[in-house]
C-alpha cells in the first residue's frame, strides 16, 4: 500500500471505530474494508447476512445485534476465508458464525491473511454448555431450549462437529432411553440436539462404582425404596433389580415381587419410587 492509502486506511478506521460512518444494517449486506469498525445491526424484518470484506490487510469490525427476535442474523467470511472460532472441533474455523439476541456482539480481527480471528464475544461460555435461567426467555449469547429439535448440519457445523466429538452420538432409532445424547437424524443433512426438558441430571460415574453401567447421556428410572408397611399400598408383580432401578448400595439384593400385601424379598418392605421436593427452572444449551 502506498502511503496515501495507509492514511485513508487509518482515517477510515478511526471513523469506523467511532461510528460515524455506519449506520444500522438492516438487510443483507456485503461489507467494504472502510465500512468495518463497530456495526449495528437488526434483523427485525428477517434473516440477514452480513459478508465481511476480504481478509488480507488487518482490520477490526464488531457486530452487535439491536433487536431480539428469532430471526438469524449471520456473518460471514469472504468467499473461500474463514472465521476462527471453536478451534479445538475444527482449527481452520468456519465460514461464518452467528449473533443470537439483543446485545449479543462478535469482535473480529483479520490476520491479513485470509481469516478472522474471534478476540471477544458478549458470552464467551463454552459450547454445549447446560445451565439453568430464571426467565422462560432464552437470554442472548448463544443459547437455546434443549428441546430435541432437528437442525441442517450445514446450519450450524460447529454444534455438529461438537456431536461427533462428543462421545454421546447415537442412530436415531438409539434414541429411546438416550434422549440426552445427539442423534445423526436422518444420517446426511440433519442432526438432532438433546432434550433434558424436565428431567434430574445426574454426575456420570466414569469409574466411580456409585452409579455403574451408565452410558453418558442415558435416561434412567427413579430408584425404588422401601417404604412405610402400614400405609403402603399393594403392590402387583415388581421384576428384578434392572428394572426396578436400584442403585447399587441401596440394600436390595435379590429381585423384588408383592403378590397384594406379601412380600418375598425379605430386606425389604414396601417400595416408592424417589422424587425430592424441587423448584423447576428452565434448562438452557449452548449452540454457538
Not at 229 to 246: F, R, T, Y
Not at 254 to 268: K, L
Request: with cysteine.
Amino acid at each position: 500500500m502506498s502511503r496515501s492509502e495507509v492514511l485513508a486506511a487509518i482515517e477510515s478506521g478511526m471513523l469506523s471505530v467511532q461510528g460515524l460512518n455506519n449506520s444500522v444494517i438492516r438487510a443483507n449486506k456485503v461489507l467494504e474494508p472502510h465500512e468495518t469498525g463497530f456495526l449495528l445491526a437488526d434483523a427485525s424484518a428477517g434473516q440477514t447476512m452480513i459478508t465481511l470484506p476480504k481478509a488480507n490487510r488487518i482490520m477490526d469490525v464488531r457486530v452487535q445485534r439491536v433487536d431480539n427476535s428469532a430471526n438469524a442474523l449471520l456473518v460471514y467470511a469472504a468467499s473461500g476465508e474463514k472465521i476462527k472460532f471453536h478451534m479445538h472441533l475444527r482449527p481452520e474455523g468456519y465460514p461464518f458464525c452467528m449473533v443470537l439476541g439483543g446485545g449479543d456482539f462478535w469482535h473480529l480481527r483479520s490476520d491479513g491473511a485470509g481469516s478472522w480471528l474471534l478476540l471477544d464475544r458478549f458470552d464467551n461460555t463454552p459450547l454445549g454448555r447446560i445451565a439453568f435461567e430464571t426467565t422462560t426467555a432464552s437470554n442472548p449469547g448463544g443459547w437455546g431450549r434443549p428441546d430435541a429439535r432437528l437442525l441442517g448440519r450445514g446450519d450450524w457445523p460447529w454444534l455438529w462437529d461438537h456431536a461427533q466429538q462428543s462421545g454421546m452420538l447415537v442412530d436415531e432409532a438409539q434414541r429411546a432411553g438416550m434422549e440426552g445424547a445427539w442423534t445423526r437424524g436422518d444420517g446426511t443433512s440433519t442432526f438432532r440436539i438433546p432434550d433434558f426438558r424436565g428431567e434430574f441430571l445426574r454426575m456420570l460415574d466414569e469409574g466411580r462404582g456409585v452409579d455403574p453401567g451408565r452410558t453418558a447421556a442415558s435416561w434412567r428410572m427413579g430408584t425404588k425404596i422401601t417404604g412405610d408397611n402400614a400405609s403402603a399400598p399393594a403392590v402387583q408383580g415388581i421384576g428384578n433389580l434392572a428394572e426396578v432401578g436400584v442403585d447399587k448400595g441401596d440394600g436390595f439384593t435379590s429381585a423384588i415381587y408383592y403378590v397384594g400385601a406379601t412380600q418375598t424379598e425379605t430386606n425389604a418392605i414396601y417400595w416408592g419410587t424417589v422424587r425430592p421436593r424441587s423448584t423447576a427452572y428452565p434448562g438452557r444449551l449452548k449452540l454457538i
